[in-house]
């Protein structure tokens, strides 16, 4: 009765319904329905909205309570909630601090001519100075063997930035244990929502109820001003190792408003990067979601994640027909075997790099699985059979016919012709990374003179292809589908390629697919496919069909 929807329209179907869900989601959490009943009875007014003197003040304990004391480090006497600013101020450490313990900030916004801690209408918000993680290895020259640690260089660049030698603490000696150890966070960011904003007592939002202090005045219901702290600015490039001699640190503060739609976006995300720190992800894994969010418009912020979204769709399309094409191929004619190893070689090189960086597992578990997927179609190029025998495996490669063995011919043909430009300039590359550089180790400088080379010549090895395709007149036999995909996706990391920051080497590498791509759609126009010919499953349509006898006149 109903019309079998193939696998690819019912993903397709739940992505839609997925995107329309999302984005009723996303609009209930920055739309707020304002109060609007019948002489403000079940409303609460902004405390803002009478214009009051206020002030903002900072305190630095060593608990949250401020139990044990506490130290003011700024006062902003005059302190407008529409006037953004941002302060450089030097925090002195307590010994506890210096000595791999914590530190908290305690902000205040109350009334003028009164100390917040006299003040009944203060609000006020506690967040941590100081974070742990395992300090980052130092950094040596292969040649020279001079040692120089990463820290250091940012510790002189601080110490010139603040103008105060004691205020970046010490030399000191960066830690090489795997031991986590305090760090300093130097950037503060706080916000206040300055909208007027009437709220329903009875339709109250859950994200916002908790930054909500209200009081009352007769018959009316006021709340004071919504404090934010903003802990999804806290970056990890802005952290500073915390050492035994740094007597004091910059404190950048920063301030502005914010209306109240980004305020509930922002709380929601901020509590997503909290839950993920809860389930065992680091400091440096919640960094990498934080940036997506960190100095994005709002608007552009929700068109990130459409097109992420579409992303993630193509790359699920192009995942399942790759490995539906692979899973059924038979004949390896017209197909580089050599582009196929280069890509198995390329991605695994990619992993090891992205695994010494130690980089998201975000980033590093799709990385590792498309290794695995990429060393599955060299065995199936390659015809290898793998049998074990006491314990040992036995790998047995199949025999190539004469169509594949024409194809292996121009294969190689195009890779000798490509290794008198590849090599020198990898080769000339890392030499002059291991003069000019510093690593961690050999192992280190050889993986990232690799990841280098894929980077900036890996295009290059899709150019064997494009010479087999030449040689035989045909592009039938490539995974269209598949490849179709993967050139959305391409041309959507083009347009993040501007608006993202990513090493210039990968940006690079965005645009050169490109021309590739388009040599691909040439080819394609230039030889129509041939039916006679072998399609992409090693078979010829002419030989699906029946041969007919023959007709007596």
């Known amino acids: 009765m109903f ?57 630095t304990a060593l608990r949250p309570d401020a139990e044990g004391g506490h130290t003011l480090i700024h006062r902003e006497e005059v302190f407008d909630v529409n006037n953004k600013f941002e302060r450089i101020v030097n925090v002195s450490l307590p010994k506890k601090t210096r000595n791999n313990g914590t530190l908290y900030a305690l902000v205040f916004v109350h009334q003028a001519g009164v100390t917040p801690w006299q003040d009944p209408r203060q609000v006020h918000l506690v967040a941590q100075l100081t974070t742990y993680m395992v300090p980052k290895p130092a950094e040596i020259s292969l040649i020279s063997g001079e040692d120089q640690i990463q820290g250091e260089k940012e510790e002189g660049q601080q110490k010139k930035r603040v103008g105060n030698p004691a205020a970046a603490g010490g030399a000191g000696t960066a830690s090489t244990a795997d031991d986590p150890v305090s760090h300093w966070r130097t950037r503060l960011t706080l916000n206040v929502v300055a909208d007027h904003f009437l709220f329903d007592k009875e339709d109250l939002p859950s994200d916002v109820h908790r930054y909500l202090r209200v009081f009352q005045i007769g018959k009316k219901m006021v709340y004071l001003p919504l404090l ?114 280069w890509r198995c070689f390329s991605t695994i090189v990619v992993f090891l790099y992205l695994f010494d960086q130690q980089t998201s597992l975000l980033v590093l578990i799709p990385a590792g699985v498309g290794s695995i997927i990429e060393v599955w179609k060299v065995k199936k190029a390659l015809k290898i059979q ?27 043909l195009a890779m000798k012709y490509l290794s008198y430009l590849l090599y020198p300039m990898c080769i000339g590359g890392a030499v002059y990374a291991l003069i000019f550089q510093r690593y961690k180790s050999w192992y280190s400088w050889l993986i990232n003179s690799l990841v280098n080379g894929v980077y900036a010549f890996g295009f290059l090895f899709m150019l064997p292809q494009l010479f087999v395709n030449y040689k035989l007149k045909s592009v039938a036999h490539l995974p269209w589908k598949a490849f179709m995909y993967k050139a959305f996706n391409t041309f959507i990391d083009d347009v993040f390629a501007f608006i993202i920051t990513m090493p210039t080497s990968h940006r690079l590498a965005c645009f050169r697919d490109d021309v590739v791509f388009l040599i691909y759609l040439y080819q394609r126009w230039l030889y129509p496919v041939d039916k006679t010919r072998i399609n992409e499953y090693g078979v010829s349509y002419d030989e699906k069909k029946p041969k007919g006898k023959p007709h007596k006149d």
């Open 228 to 341: 934010f702290v903003d802990e999804l600015s806290n970056r990890v490039k802005d952290l500073e190792e915390i050492n035994s001699t740094s007597k004091e640190l910059p404190l950048t503060i920063s301030y502005d408003s914010i209306s109240l739609g980004r305020l509930r976006f922002w709380i929601h995300m901020q509590d997503a990067v909290f839950s993920l720190q809860q389930f065992g992800f680091t400091e440096k894994d919640a960094d990498e979601i934080k940036g997506i969010f960190v100095d994005t418009n709002l608007y552009f912020l929700a068109l990130t994640f459409l097109v992420a979204a579409f992303h993630l769709l193509f790359d699920f399309l192009a995942f399942k027909n790759d490995i539906s094409f692979w899973k059924q191929k038979k004949s390896m004619v017209g197909m580089s075997s050599k582009a196929v190893l």
């Open 386 to 412: 793998v049998s074990w025998k006491g314990g040992k495996p036995t790998f047995l490669f199949g025999k190539l016919d004469e169509s594949e063995r024409r194809t292996e011919e121009y294969d190689t």
């Open 3 to 59: 019309p079998k929807a193939s696998f690819t329209s019912l993903i397709v179907g739940v992505f839609v319904v997925y995107v329309l869900h999302t984005c009723w989601v996303m609009f209930g959490i920055v739309y707020t329905k304002p109060c609007d009943s019948p002489e403000g009875i079940n409303c609460i007014a902004p405390f803002l909205a009478g214009h009051p003197k206020l002030q903002l003040s900072i305190y």
